[in-house]
């Protein structure tokens, strides 16, 4: 027969942002923040545990904690409005489009029963009654005493560090002309704004909401529950030899469970003295039978023990019951839901029993305030402590509402979240600066990785200056129309130091500079200068810029400040007669000669293109070619030196990034080190960020700079796949400080990838205090842009060949033709 909702529904009414059963109970709900999955260590669990026993024990007597755990299948969407996008970034909302996730929203209800409300059972629910009157009309004093206790819940919850409460209010609770309010969520379970067709609630022929087909099985028996529970379980997939990887105890109900789904967890605080009264005459009814069955006699025990516990050590018995409500639209796949959740239950240990008959009065308790009414002869007698350990403790990630950041994926579903690794670190004290430092064996996804958070942060403004051996930046470069610096011997290596490009002037750090470079060609690394010396080099370029200004047709290059010397600085020395021995001219020009027109290096110098270092937004210096040039290289050192500080010091309120591959080995041995320290301890107060990469383990442990200077100066680490040195990872930890936990992390990474996706995980410590994995998945585009595949990168340059030099059209046209072969 059918009945209509309103006159079925046991909500009364919304008063004071709680709602109003007709049995008279009153409910406060919050929405809650858990933490994110795969982030906690042991200790953090039992932790959490532990504020959950807290909190429990501030609730009054007659009071219901109803925690319910939404888990909605989700598509991603993307946002394809922004007029600004680049190509890759379009690339990667199409590649990321509908990708799906389990959406999680979490609501703790907290519910206070009237003192003499008769207790519900599946015979008795407000379901197969009519209407009812609440039979004591509460006192604005007993509402503001149970109001109280849910606020001392809520700074117990919140102080413990893992979990943060919002206060539900009215016009969340209730419906709206557009809005669904909780209740409405739950009758029609819908979190989505945009389903306003309604569908009837049909208890005939099993569980059907609308054109939902459910199915609920229930742990209410003790019979089915694990022998054993904890905070905590191992989880198996993540785990290694040498570490344990933990998840909470309930996990495999909650964010693993892979369907459509509400976990629904029920504590019911009675009047312990009243409980523990019941259970002493069960116990000593029990004894007075136990000589007749075996049963009645371990029955007995399991009563004695219990009391024991309860009274000897304080603990607060409770009634529990947890339950998971799944459905489809598709009625065939009910049965594969059964498999996942009996799969799901086994992990924990504990046996599914799918709920028929009882299931409209279990499923009618669920409503949002209507706790109170769930059938009492489907729960199970227990302590607060055991009963927590079934709590749904985490939720998916989260995404960054900051403008900076890069683009990663979930661990579950590769689902994209937006992760700050930069500026909200330090706004949240976690970490005193921006540096990071990239640790990842070959073929472990780092240029992949690096690749992609070098281009997030060029697209958000940064000013990026590389320093790589290898050309793993050369596509990156090309698709920004930046400038990339090489050696060959068609087209060998070019500056210009000497020009001073638009936004940039001649001030002491300029001249400095020149003066560095100069007497570094001048003098070899063990040769010492005189102070005349250096002040009649500092005279020569404060008289050569003086000379450009005079006649505007001399272009500064080395060639035009050699010339100057020659011709006119030399009869400056005369005048003031400067002797040889304090300054010798003759030995500056001859030693110089081959940088000047017509020299064997006489292109290194006087560059005439990509010249506005300043200005320029990404700049490569690849060195591949001359890191053991005696010549060549100490002069790039310089040049690279001194195109970051000028960065550094007058880009204000623009942020830089130096990162620095591979080639920092090379630069070790020119005297770079004393800048690489410099650089880490001081980029900080400039907005900036400085990055060295590197593959091997010895290479951090041979090197005092990288392990002084710039491990203790980079409060973020991010690692790569370790797996090849886990048997010697300890050492690796005592040098990188790395916790146990994070440990097991960075341990974990790649262990149990999807085999249909494309893709390398990447664990990220920020001040060792906030540790992730996440995924490094990126469209085919992005891909082809980061590839160091020597056979894929020809490849491309055949494409963009084709398409006149133009690498985007080449991109996507490699791109096409790659999908349509698949």
């Known amino acids: 027969m059918e009945k209509m909702l309103d006159n079925l529904l046991p909500i009364m009414d919304v008063e004071h942002d709680s709602i109003l059963s007709k049995q008279g109970d009153v409910t406060v709900v919050f929405k809650a923040e858990l933490p994110e999955i795969f982030t906690l260590s042991d200790q953090e669990y039992e932790a959490f545990h532990q504020a959950w026993v807290k909190a429990i024990k501030v609730l009054p007597k007659f009071s219901v904690l109803h925690k319910q755990d939404w888990f909605l299948q989700t598509g991603h969407q993307p946002d394809f409005t922004k007029a600004d996008t680049s190509f890759l970034s379009r690339a990667s909302e199409r590649f990321f489009n509908e990708r799906p996730f389990l959406d999680h929203s979490c609501y703790i209800l907290l519910t206070k029963k009237p003192d003499n409300r008769k207790t519900a059972t599946s015979a008795y629910s407000s379901l197969l009654r009519r209407s009812i009157v609440p039979e004591e009309t509460l006192k604005p004093s007993l509402l503001q005493d149970f109001l109280d206790a849910a606020g001392q819940f809520q700074r117990i919850m919140e102080d413990s560090g893992f979990v943060k409460l919002t206060r539900l209010r009215e016009k969340e609770l209730w419906s709206g002309k557009r809005t669904m309010g909780i209740i409405e969520k739950y009758c029609y379970l819908s979190e989505h704004n945009d389903q306003y067709l309604m569908g009837d609630i049909n208890f005939q022929e099993g569980l059907q909401v609308g054109s939902k087909h459910c199915q ?16 905590r379980i191992n989880y198996d997939k993540y785990s290694t030899d040498k570490t344990k990887f933990s998840i909470g105890f309930a996990s495999t109900l ?186 990842g064996p070959s073929g472990s996804g780092k240029s992949f990785f690096t690749n992609h958070m070098v281009r997030s942060y060029y697209e958000q403004g940064t000013h990026i200056v590389l320093v790589d051996v290898g050309h793993s930046y050369k596509g990156l470069c090309d698709m920004v129309n930046g400038y990339y610096f090489t050696y060959s011997e068609e087209n060998p290596i070019r500056f210009n130091p000497f020009f001073i490009g638009e936004g940039d002037n001649l001030d002491t750090e300029k001249k400095e500079s020149i003066k560095t470079l100069l007497l570094a060609l001048w003098k070899k690394d063990d040769e010492a200068f005189k102070r005349s010396e250096y002040v009649a080099l500092s005279n020569a370029i404060t008289g050569y810029y003086r000379h450009l200004e005079k006649n505007p047709s001399v272009f500064p290059c080395f060639n035009s400040f ?235 340059m055949e494409y963009v060949a084709k398409f006149g030099g133009d690498i985007r059209k080449g991109i996507a046209a490699m791109a096409e033709d790659l999908k349509l072969k698949k």
């Not at 229930?218 to 905070?231: E, F, I, R, V």
């Not at 490569?620 to 290289?633: A, Q």
């Not at 205090?769 to 469209?779: A, F, H, I, N, P």
């Open 254 to 439: 909650g964010q693993l469970l892979p369907c459509n789904h509400i976990y629904n967890q029920y504590l019911f605080l009675e009047d312990a003295q009243k409980t523990i009264t019941k259970l002493e005459s069960k116990r000593l009814r029990l004894q007075s039978l136990s000589a007749y069955s075996r049963e009645n006699m371990i029955a007995r025990d399991a009563t004695n023990d219990f009391l024991n516990e309860a009274i000897s050590q304080q603990r607060l018995p409770v009634k529990a019951h947890f339950n998971v409500l799944v459905w489809t639209e598709d009625k065939e796949e009910l049965k594969d839901l059964k498999n996942k959740v009996s799969s799901a239950l086994a992990q924990m240990d504990a046996v599914a029993k799918q709920e028929t008959i009882g299931a409209p009065q279990i499923f009618w308790a669920g409503i949002p305030g209507n706790a109170a009414d769930f059938p009492m002869n489907d729960t199970f007698d227990t302590f607060a402590e055991q009963a927590t350990c079934f709590l749904n403790l985490e939720t998916g990630y989260r995404t960054s509402l900051s403008p900076v950041g890069i683009r990663l994926g979930d661990r579950m579903t590769g689902k994209p979240v937006h992760v700050d690794i930069s500026d909200e670190p330090m706004n949240m004290g976690i970490c005193t600066n921006r540096n990071k430092f990239i640790l």
């Open 216 to 231: 609920l099985y229930t742990l209410g028996d003790a019979a089915d529950l694990p022998a054993l529970c904890g905070s």
């Open 562 to 796: 050699y010339e100057f010397l020659r011709d006119e600085y030399i009869s400056v020395l005369q005048q003031d007669r400067v002797k040889d021995r304090d300054f010798d001219m003759d030995n500056f020009l001859y030693v110089l000669r081959p940088y000047y027109q017509g020299g064997e290096f006489d292109y290194l110098l006087n560059a005439t293109e990509n010249l506005n270092l300043l200005q320029e937004r990404f700049i490569v210096f690849e060195l591949d070619n001359i890191k053991d040039h005696p010549i060549l290289f100490p002069v790039v050192t310089i040049i690279i030196m001194e195109v970051f500080i000028n960065k550094m010091r007058k880009m204000k309120g623009i942020r830089k990034m130096i990162l620095i591959e591979e080639a920092w080995k090379a630069l070790m041995k020119e005297g770079f080190a004393e800048y690489i320290k410099y650089l880490f301890k001081t980029v900080r107060k400039f907005f900036g960020e400085a990055i060295v990469v590197t593959q091997e383990v010895e290479d951090i442990i041979s090197s005092p700079v990288v392990k002084q200077a710039i491990i203790n100066n980079s409060d973020c680490k991010i690692l790569l796949d370790q797996s090849k040195y886990q048997n010697k990872f300890d050492q690796i930890q005592e040098l990188l400080g790395l916790t146990e936990k994070e440990k097991a992390l960075v341990l974990s990474v790649n262990k149990a990838n999807d085999p249909a996706r494309k893709y390398k995980e990447v664990f990220i410590s920020l001040g060792g205090m906030l540790s992730k994995v996440y995924r490094t998945e990126v469209s085919l585009e992005e891909y082809l842009a980061y590839t160091t595949e020597q056979t894929e990168k020809v490849k491309l």
